[in-house]
């Protein structure tokens, strides 16, 4: 059977054939060889055609059901692998993904309905097999695998597990469940046998078979050895027994301790792995020689895959963060939609949703779940961890959470207000907000999983939503899209983690308010969904302006308005290095992992540096005024110090060296752990060795020229110190380190008391009262200021002689209209589509430049598989993802 062309099936399914005689499949009716099974494979994937076509299979471990699934790989054809014994889930799947051939049992013979000849679908190359990954077994949200991703799972696990053709692993697992399929997959490529059968581990006859045919492996999760306790397992003679795994949740460490000493005693080795259906089964693996010693950890990756760790604001401490994996596993993205499976690969490294912590030994623990948390009245609560001090007091129970009451579904013979009372102690939450109830059974879908939607349902009927007829989730989406030029905008993201920065803020902030009148101050760190207000706005005319915006907004205006003179206020460029240092923190120290945070402050820098560089130099070229090194941005360093017009970009030139350095500080592993265990402490400490050459204690003056950014660096870091003052007594530190080293810096006490005072609105005041057209304007000054700033040098000459007030305006017209025009050449370089004239350019930082006269220098200046077949021994085992 050839497949489709640039389609070929995983190594394992070819080579078959070429394990001759040694027995593959092994039932309580009869034995199966590799090349019988070789030749019936042929003989069905023959049935099913030379042209690639989707093919939905009801698996089950069956015969019939293997050879189908053998031969849907061997001829390329993209499988959809349904539960065998859910009929639901079968109309569903079908329903929703139209297949060209449906396999199923009916009457109690398999089946096979070819529902038209060819395919109506565009099917990847790559495509090989569908999997669900939801608690639902007839989701239409499936995961997509390559015979890549099966060939190299299976050899990693036939790798650390040993697996030797003379073993004879049972499927005590359904062939459906990925962990299953992988016990199949991984025995097949090493010739060895599968002891096919579909008995529970409690009855009598699989134990009979399983010693008969001399077993040598089992697979179960947390439920299986719950039923082998029951069985007295710890009692059985099993002689040729070398292998037990479990996967499929969390087992407690006590019991990881009692069955891997059991079989070390028993002289068979007990592992415990980690894996999701996303990474085609297996992600870890705990060593066997470490289970007693490391119990509670999933141990390490498997053999060419690999772990890191993205760090998350909710857990600071020392190597934590969630779960990254990678390896040539992981699969090539999800399908919720027939038309998805046209797509290749849309995902290169699989993002858990796990909490982990790396021990000093190299072995990895879960410690909670990203998206497990829920927010109840204000609080964050771990649901899994919940269950786990709840299973501590000897209390059985699934727990979730809504934004009003934690719900826990218990069995057992405890009293109802017991299990609340612990619940809300295990969470943190009044006992007033938890419900407790006792069930006969706990509810499980058909793969034996929690059924979180039906212990979700036992909870208080929330209040009837009412009609979006305002500020949506989906219309908040597509303003997001507009403003970042984002393709694909989800309502569970943020502002921030959609690369949104300090001026991209200011058009969204003034959009936003439009929309849903006041915002909270943490909104761009607030998902989508948090923001949107399905009710309208009540028309007002009074609107709230950010106090950084209306900062940045007045110091251009201010700096231009200097420069003609139309009027003199100065000291705007330095309070401005504050509000830089203040956004950098916001917009640029996120949960990111450190790599992304360093190539998105580089990417900050570079919008601020282009344009400047690029402008310099063409002014330079045409009127003479400035030199290369001006145009380089290294006036500072380099010279010429004539005192012309070498000050009128010093702003620029310092801001881009502390950016810089701050992104090679933060670069360096350890700083960056810092920096998230004491984000306030760290700027701070850097604050105060600016102080050093603010005052010059090195006597750096007596050697010439003394750059910028040395000198003024401080105002930087304590503007990152203040967007770091979570807490009243951090603001006052803040404010009163302002009040202290500002004075004395110009020599000027009203310029230094302007300073000081801008200072403190910043720290205090997030936001001022305002108007919705005083806002727009302010946007479009902020968001426009780099550019106001570049041009206005070459407008004063020509309309500053006519009328300074005109010349006020038209440097504002000018910046305001090269912005946008630069905005447009951007995404027309860049192929993207146009959006909203309030956008401003994102440059990343607060560039809102005062550039000042040449200042005489002294020394006190320098300044997540679900859904599935309902096999005996299958429970619950922590949603999709498995431990």
């Keep these: ?141 499936l995961v997509r695998l390559s015979s890549a991703n099966l060939q190299a799972n299976a050899e990693s696990i036939a790798g650390y597990l040993d697996i030797r053709d003379t073993d004879r692993a049972a499927t005590t697992l359904p062939l459906h469940y990925c962990y299953g399929l992988s016990v199949v997959n991984s025995h097949l490529l090493r010739g060895a046998a599968l002891l096919l059968t579909g008995l529970s581990v409690t009855d009598g006859r699989f134990w009979e078979l399983f010693r008969a045919e001399r077993g040598t492996s089992l697979a179960g999760v947390p439920y299986t050895f719950d039923l082998l306790d029951r069985g007295g397992f710890d009692r059985m003679r099993l002689p040729h027994l070398r292998v037990v795994t ?74 934590t963060g969630e779960l990254v994996y990678t390896g040539p596993n992981v699969m090539l993205g999800y399908a919720e939609r027939p038309a998805d499976l046209a797509l290749g690969r849309t995902v290169h490294e699989l993002h858990t949703g796990d909490v982990a912590r790396r021990g000093p030994d190299g072995l990895y623990e879960i410690v909670g779940r990203v998206a497990g948390f829920v927010k109840i009245f204000g609080l964050r609560v771990d649901p899994h961890r919940v269950e786990e001090r709840l299973r501590r007091s000897g209390v059985e129970a699934y727990c979730v959470g809504t934004d009003r009451e934690l719900v826990v579904a218990a069995t057992g013979g405890h009293h109802p207000e017991r299990v609340r009372r612990l619940a809300a102690e295990a969470a943190g939450l009044p006992a007033r907000v938890v419900r407790a109830h006792l069930l006969a059974e706990l509810p499980r879908l058909a793969n034996g999983k929690p059924d979180r939607a039906a212990v979700h349902a036992l909870g208080a009927p929330p209040p009837a939503a009412p009609t979006p007829t305002g500020a949506g989730t989906d219309q908040l989406c597509r303003l997001y899209a ?43 760190t607030r998902p989508i969904r948090e923001l949107a207000r399905p009710e309208p706005v009540r028309p007002t005319r009074r609107r709230a302006l950010e106090t950084s915006v209306a900062l940045r907004a007045l110091a251009i205006v201010a700096i231009v308005g200097s420069h003609i003179p139309v009027f003199t206020v100065k000291g705007g460029a330095h309070l401005l290095l504050a509000v830089a240092g203040f956004n950098f923190a916001r917009f640029q120290l996120t949960a990111a992992p450190r790599p992304a945070r360093v190539r998105a402050a580089l990417r900050g820098t570079a919008r601020l540096v282009l344009p400047s560089v690029v402008w310099i130099a063409l002014a330079g070229a045409l009127t003479g005024d400035y030199t290369l090194t001006n145009a380089l941005l290294l006036n500072s360093v380099r010279g010429p110090h004539d005192g012309a017009t070498e000050w009128h970009f010093w702003f620029i030139e310092a801001l881009v060296y502390i950016l810089l350095a701050g992104t090679a500080l933060l670069a360096v592993p350890a700083v960056d752990r810092i920096e998230r265990r004491f984000p306030f402490g760290l700027p701070l400490v850097l604050a105060g060795l600016g102080l050093v050459t603010r005052y010059d204690l090195p006597g750096l003056a007596r050697y010439g020229q003394v750059p910028d950014a040395l000198t003024v660096g401080w105002l930087f870091a304590l503007g990152w110190a203040a967007a770091r003052a979570t807490r009243t007594a951090q603001r006052v530190v803040v404010t009163a380190a302002a009040a202290l080293t500002v004075p004395g810096l110009f020599g000027q006490p009203y310029r230094e008391a302007f300073v000081v005072a801008g200072f403190a609105l910043l720290v205090w005041v997030p936001r001022l009262p305002g108007r919705p057209v005083v806002n727009r304007v302010a946007a479009t000054l902020a968001g426009s200021s780099l550019f106001i700033y570049l041009t206005h040098w070459q407008v004063l000459p020509v309309v500053g002689s006519w009328s300074r007030w005109l010349a006020l305006v038209a440097s504002l017209a000018v910046g305001i209209g090269a912005a946008a025009g630069a905005r447009r050449l951007t995404r027309a370089l860049a192929g993207h589509r146009p959006v909203g004239a309030a956008d401003g350019q994102r440059a990343g930082h607060d560039l809102h430049l005062e550039p000042l006269r040449r200042r005489p220098r002294t020394p006190v200046q320098l300044v997540r598989l679900r859904g599935g077949e309902a096999h005996p021994d299958l429970a619950p085992a922590g949603d999709a993802h498995e431990r």
Excluded: C
């Design 482 to 524: 507009e403003l970042l030029d984002q393709p694909e905008v989800h309502p569970d993201q943020s502002f921030v983690d959609l690369g949104g920065d300090s001026l991209s803020y200011v058009a969204a902030s003034v959009r936003l308010e439009e929309l849903l009148g006041d915002l909270p101050t943490d909104w761009h």
């Design 246 to 319: 479990q996967a499929g949740g969390r087992l407690e460490p006590d019991r990881v301790v009692r069955y891997a000493a059991l079989g070390r005693r028993r002289g068979w080795r007990f592992f415990v792995m980690y894996g999701q259906t996303e990474a085609t089964a297996r992600m870890a693996y705990l060593p066997p020689e470490l289970a007693e010693r490391r119990p509670e950890a999933v141990g390490v990756p498997v053999p060419g895959g690999s772990f890191r760790l993205r760090p998350l604001a909710d857990h600071p401490e020392p190597d």
């Design 1 to 141: 059977m050839r497949p489709h062309p640039r389609t070929e099936p995983a190594p394992f399914v070819r080579a078959l054939a070429g394990h001759g005689d040694r027995p593959a499949l092994i039932t309580a009716d009869g034995r199966l060889s590799y090349a019988e099974l070789a030749d019936r494979v042929d003989a069905f994937a023959a049935r099913l055609g030379p042209e690639r076509r989707l093919v939905l299979l009801a698996g089950a471990n069956r015969v019939e059901e293997l050879v189908a699934y053998l031969a849907a790989l061997a001829g390329g054809h993209p499988l959809l692998l349904v539960p065998g014994d859910s009929g639901a889930a079968t109309a569903e799947l079908t329903q929703a993904y139209d297949p060209d051939v449906v396999i199923r049992r009916v009457d109690g013979d398999l089946v096979v309905d070819e529902r038209r000849p060819g395919t109506r679908h565009e099917l990847h190359p790559e495509l090989a097999l569908l999997l669900s990954t939801s608690g639902s077994t007839g989701s239409p949200k």
